[in-house]
């Protein structure tokens, strides 16, 4: 994994020393508005992190790629990550402190994200569950181009009924170089 720079936003490979930041951007009880729960605490956050370095499940066959998104110097904004399966697609998720909703960091730290997946990492369709309620992250995806879908291909695991499944099958450029 590298660090990938997108304009004002700084994509970081997570690692169990953002662990103190990061719990208190995922302290921020709107975020949990939809679903999950804040993280215990500093100690099981960076234990969670740590685990994670591996970037591998534990039978190897996917791909687990974790980003801090640095807004400043001394400031990160939340996290995005895929899964990525042997197959050539991945599963996305993000999470932003809500500071910055509306501001489109969201958007920049995805596209980015999505940008290094298909360039390094061989990526060709993307996948996102957001809960049906949660018309702020629908947009988002929206935005990114991604469609709703069915959950046939979904390699990961089941919709449930009160989720959104949506794709996104990246095309790529036809090469010119000659």
């Not at 949990?32 to 591996?54: C, D, G, I, K």
């Not at 399966?85 to 489109?104: M, V």
């Not at 995806?141 to 009924?161: I, K, N, Q, S, W």
Request: net charge negative; proline share 6%.
């Amino acid at each position: 994994m590298q660090i990938i720079h997108a304009g004002d936003v700084t994509l970081e490979p997570q690692v169990a020393a953002h662990a103190e930041s990061m719990f208190a951007v995922l302290s921020d009880p709107a975020i949990y508005t939809y679903e999950n729960e804040p993280p215990e605490s500093v100690e099981w956050l960076r234990a969670r992190f740590a685990r994670l370095e591996s970037r591998r499940s534990g039978d190897g066959s996917e791909q687990w790629l974790n980003w801090v998104i640095r807004v400043a110097p001394d400031e990160l904004a939340g996290y995005v990550q895929a899964t990525v399966h042997a197959d050539g697609s991945a599963g996305i998720a993000y999470e932003f402190a809500s500071a910055h909703w509306g501001k489109g960091l969201g958007a920049r730290a995805t596209t980015a994200m999505i940008g290094e997946l298909v360039r390094h990492y061989n990526v060709r369709k993307l996948f996102a569950v957001a809960k049906a309620a949660n018309f702020r992250s629908i947009r988002l995806l929206e935005r990114l181009g991604f469609v709703p879908a069915g959950p046939e291909g979904h390699p990961a695991h089941d919709v449930e009924p009160d989720e959104v499944l949506m794709s996104l099958a990246v095309r790529l450029a036809p090469d010119t170089s000659c």
